[in-house]
């Protein structure tokens, strides 16, 4: 089927304002992962869901940042009162369990969020 | 923080050459990955490695392991063009990836 895909591609935003970044996980993965990347270093682990239920969030970097996946399916990311440090590219990633000790993560193309 | 680090940080070669990436680590490991990352695929996985084997092969693509020196390479032989992107590694995988500060492979036709 399709691969992960986020919404929206581009986001810019004014200091101060809240934003809210969609990810859509493949169809059937249980697992998935927020990152951000910052521009020139790799990406930096956020968040992970498994089906509804956030089980680590110790990279999120402040309680600005707010991750929910209702229905176990579609997460969204939301940042409140955004500050220029948080200009990064947001990636969405998704796995399957395959009851393999490692499961690889298949990503979407980001939200690049600049803020102003 | 980032566990990995790349070396070097920037490479830059003409096609048909081989391309070698370094990585070192800190902790200790059960599998280790190589990604790529480019403008128009995002990132994708490349190969893992795990913590008992030395050396792995894929297509173009050789990576070696030691986990006496914490260290691993990407060797990409015969390099091409649409090789041009930023290649991590990484570890972990089951809950979350780790990764580099990466390196920048421009290949030159």
């Known amino acids: 089927g399709a691969g992960v895909s986020q919404s929206p591609r581009y986001k810019v935003a004014k200091r101060g304002q809240d934003v809210a970044l969609r990810c859509d996980p493949i169809?059937?993965?249980?697992?998935l992962f927020w990152y951000q990347q910052a521009l020139g270093q790799g990406p930096e682990f956020l968040t992970y869901?498994?089906?509804?239920?956030?089980?680590?969030k110790s990279g999120l970097p402040s309680d600005r940042f707010f991750a929910e996946r209702p229905e176990g399916s579609v997460s969204t990311l939301k940042i409140q009162r955004t500050q220029q440090e948080d200009s990064a590219v947001y990636l969405c990633?998704?796995?399957?369990?395959?009851?393999?000790?490692?499961?690889?993560?298949?990503f979407g193309p980001g939200t690049r969020l600049t803020v102003l | 923080s980032q566990q990995g680090e790349e070396d070097p940080q920037a490479l830059s070669i003409q096609e048909g050459e081989n391309a070698t990436m370094n990585c070192s680590y800190k902790?200790?490991?059960?599998?280790l990955q190589w990604y790529r990352q480019n403008s128009g695929r995002g990132l994708v996985h490349l190969i893992l490695?795990?913590?008992?084997?030395r050396e792995k092969h894929s297509g173009r693509l050789r990576v070696t392991l030691d986990t006496s020196k914490k260290s691993s390479s990407l060797l990409i032989t015969a390099s091409r063009a649409a090789d041009t992107a930023s290649y991590f590694c990484?570890?972990?995988?089951?809950?979350?990836?780790?990764f580099g500060i990466g390196t920048k492979l421009q290949v030159i036709p």
């Open positions: 990633a998704s796995s399957s369990r395959t009851g393999r000790a490692y499961n690889e993560q298949f």
């Open positions: 169809s059937g993965h249980v697992s």
């Open positions: 869901f498994q089906n509804e239920a956030q089980l680590d």
């Open positions: 902790t200790s490991i059960n599998n």
């Open positions: 490695i795990r913590s008992n084997e």
């Open positions: 990484a570890r972990g995988g089951y809950q979350k990836v780790t």
